[in-house]
């Protein structure tokens, strides 16, 4: 019964803000000059490249995918595939960071990728994966994988 009170909530009232965590860019510009292949998915149903160049994360990724575009969503296994064919990189060698246990982890491991969780506030206690709370913890993460 709350069900359509909070979707009626979302649509009309949740105003969503993005921001960007004060150690992305130097994550990203640590990875990149490092020589890693940086691409972002997201489950929108349009291309975000021009909100990437707003938030000045554009020049960092070399592939960025919208589940529309692909039009498949995450979980399926299916649009990290498409991600995976477009940066030209194997599931095996990759590793997917995610903030969305269910979309992005189980999707990720579907796809036979490496996933890591990103959860800052702790919300998923029980996580089955590699779990982090900052981007810049990715750096560490690598480092003990090589």
């Known amino acids: 019964e709350l069900a359509p009170v909070i979707h009626n909530y979302m649509l009309s009232d949740y105003q969503p803000v993005d921001t960007v965590p004060d150690d992305l860019i130097h994550t990203l510009k640590t990875l990149k000059s490092q020589g890693y292949v940086l691409g972002v998915m997201s489950n929108r149903d349009k291309p975000f490249s021009d909100y990437l160049s707003e938030l000045h994360l554009a020049e960092f990724f070399t592939t960025t995918i919208c589940a529309g575009e692909a039009g498949i969503d995450k979980p399926n296994p ?69």
């Not at 064919?85 to 990728?113: P, T, W």
């Not at 994966?129 to 480092?143: M, P």
């Open 78 to 146: 299916g649009v990290f595939h498409y991600m995976l064919d477009k940066a030209g990189v194997s599931a095996g060698d990759s590793l997917y960071l995610g903030d969305n246990y269910y979309a992005d982890i189980v999707g990720a491991r579907n796809a036979g990728l490496t996933p890591v969780l990103l959860d800052v506030d702790g919300i998923f206690e029980d996580a089955d994966c590699e779990v982090i709370q900052s981007h810049s913890q990715v750096l560490t993460l690598l480092n003990n994988l090589a």
